[in-house]
Structures are given as C-alpha cells and as structure tokens.
C-alpha cells in the first residue's frame, strides 16, 4: 500500500524557519515525482513545490521562490521542504502527494492535474 505521511509542522514566529518531511512507504522514491501542496483556511488549495523524479528538477510557486527550498533524499524515502522567512501568510496545513510515474514523470504540469496519493497534512503556523 503506497502511503505518504508528512512531519514537522508547528508554530513559528515570522521570520523562522521549519523544515517539513515527507514519509513514503510502499513505493521506490526514486521513480516519482512528489508535490507539496498548502491550503489555508478559508482558501484554494495551492501548490507550492514540487520535484521530479527524472532529473530533480523543480517547481516554486511565486508566493514562496527564494524562501522555500525543496529536496530529496531517496535513500531514506524522503522528500523535505526547507521553509524560511516565514511569513503569517504561510499559515496552512501542508500536505505532500504523488502519482503513478506514468501519469506524474516529472513536473511540468504541477500544480494542475489529478493526484492520486495524499499525506494527511500537517499543520504549519506562523504567528507572534
């Protein structure tokens, strides 16, 4: 069963920085493509990152370029996202998701198209 589970959200004051992680399981990382999604309360679902499987490359979206850092370690199965200078308007609950390599080989039509695999979340907080 391919599962994903995020970890490292919490309270961060602006400025700060976290580092959050996505668990894979029941899969080979190094053949997909994994995306991290955001939704705040009250909003659209957004997509932040996202690195492909082929050649590592990657996706920001602009609310977050030079601030977000997205990277792999298929060794341990783990995708992070490295968060800094945060800002309150970062405050969601992020989530991370993949699909089949042949319908997700890289990211070039992240963040549109249907995802099948989801983590459930984990919520990222910025405030003072």
């Known amino acids: 069963q391919v599962q994903l589970v995020e970890y490292g959200g919490g309270v961060v004051q602006p400025g700060g920085s976290l580092r959050l992680s996505c668990v894979a399981s029941g899969l080979t990382l190094d053949y997909y493509t994994i995306g991290w999604f955001r939704q705040a309360p009250g909003k659209e679902r957004e997509g932040v990152s996202c690195?492909?499987?082929?050649?590592?490359?990657?996706y920001y979206a602009d609310s977050v370029k030079g601030r977000l850092t997205i990277s792999r370690d298929n060794a341990k199965n783990t995708v992070y996202l490295q968060m800094n200078s945060l800002k309150p308007e970062d405050t969601a609950v992020y989530y991370c998701a993949t699909d089949p390599p042949r319908f997700f080989p890289d990211c070039r039509r992240f963040p549109s198209g249907y995802l099948e695999v989801w983590g459930q979340g984990t919520l990222v907080t910025v405030s003072s």
């Open positions: 690195i492909s499987s082929s050649d590592g490359s990657t």
